[in-house]
């Protein structure tokens, strides 16, 4: 079974430790693994000029930040790893650097697209005892194996946002499913998904093969904007939920699923050895507002041959 806590727990600070802070942050409205992804690539910058990493997800908002201190801090970052170079927001020094809160020039989108994304991810993340002893008691309890596919199914809001990838429809998942069962070496499946009715849907289909992640869902409701907040440190909790759900995808055998930074994280967790890797990608929706709310249904409702989607279909090698 693969390990992923190796490098947070051995590595020690990399990093000149008197050197000029390089102060990483993003622009508020980001969800975890673009924030980490973006990350990394400043990370690769900060290596670049030799200045030490600092990450900053506490001065600028974010939707993970809880109104109160999580273990004695309001660092997003710090919430869930330790600082890359053993250097807080407090120890900056004099003249630091700071990086414009945007993506950086030059970098893919998706962690899986480019080694460097790992590269960096071994170098510099360090899951903290919280985030570690989290995921390894869902791993225990869950009892992944290389014989489990991993299923990651998106829909509610992505299926109505404006320029974000179409989700793929429940047909189309199930095809793939049933095709990665039947010509590959896994037997059942570990469901991670946002929402209630999409668990109810597959566990009507798959039975007792499913199991699904220990993640907190809703029912036809966006998880990141109910109000009042359902649950204590839910904001807190969302971003750990994402951190494990990457990391326990990644421990399966193959993963099936739609284009999101989750499963872009859960293929670079693995060194992109998931087999079956059934990534559904049918193009993005429209960054007209007026448009994008019902473009995909649209699309789901019409044939193919009136610009529906199509059938989900086996790699041409299978």
């Keep these: 079974m693969l390990n992923f806590f190796t490098v947070a727990k051995e590595s020690s600070p990399p990093g000149n430790p008197r050197a000029t802070s390089y102060v ?20 690769r910058i900060a290596e670049e000029q030799g200045l030490t990493p600092v990450i900053d997800l506490q001065t600028p908002p974010s939707v993970y930040q809880e109104e109160h201190p999580v273990s004695g801090t309001r660092n997003v970052w710090e919430y869930y790893f330790l600082q890359p170079a053993g250097r807080g927001v407090d120890e900056l020094g004099e003249n630091p650097v700071r990086n414009d809160g945007t993506w950086p020039k030059g970098y ?17 993340v360090r899951l903290n005892e919280s985030s570690r002893s989290a995921i390894a008691q869902s791993q225990n309890e869950l009892g992944l ?62 039975g007792k093969r499913l199991q699904t992640s220990p993640s907190f869902r809703l029912r036809r409701k966006n998880s990141y904007t109910v109000s009042p907040p359902p649950r204590p440190l839910h904001k807190y909790m969302l971003g750990l939920e994402a951190l494990r759900d990457a990391h326990l995808m990644a421990l399966c055998g193959g993963l099936v699923c739609g284009r999101s930074n989750l499963s872009e994280a859960a ?52």
């Design 267 to 318: 293929i670079m967790l693995s060194n992109n050895r998931l087999a079956p890797l059934v990534r559904i990608s049918q193009g993005r929706n429209s960054f007209r507002p007026y448009i994008a709310p019902f473009k995909w249904y649209a699309k789901r409702a019409m044939p193919e041959f009136l610009g529906g989607f199509s059938p989900w279909a086996p790699p041409v090698e299978a």
């Design 145 to 206: 194996s290389g014989k489990t596919l991993a299923v990651h199914y998106r829909g509610q809001e992505m299926r109505t946002a404006k320029g974000h990838h179409y989700p793929p429809t429940i047909s189309q998942m199930n095809a793939a499913i049933s095709w990665s069962l039947d010509n590959h070496d896994v037997d059942d499946i570990l469901l991670v998904t946002e929402a209630q009715q999409y668990v109810d849907v597959f566990g009507r289909r798959w």
């Design 24 to 43: 990483i942050w993003r622009t508020p409205g980001a969800g975890f693994f673009s924030i980490i992804a973006s990350t990394l690539a400043r990370l």
């Design 108 to 124: 893919g989108y998706d962690l899986s697209g480019s080694p460097l994304y790992k590269e960096m991810w071994d170098r510099y």
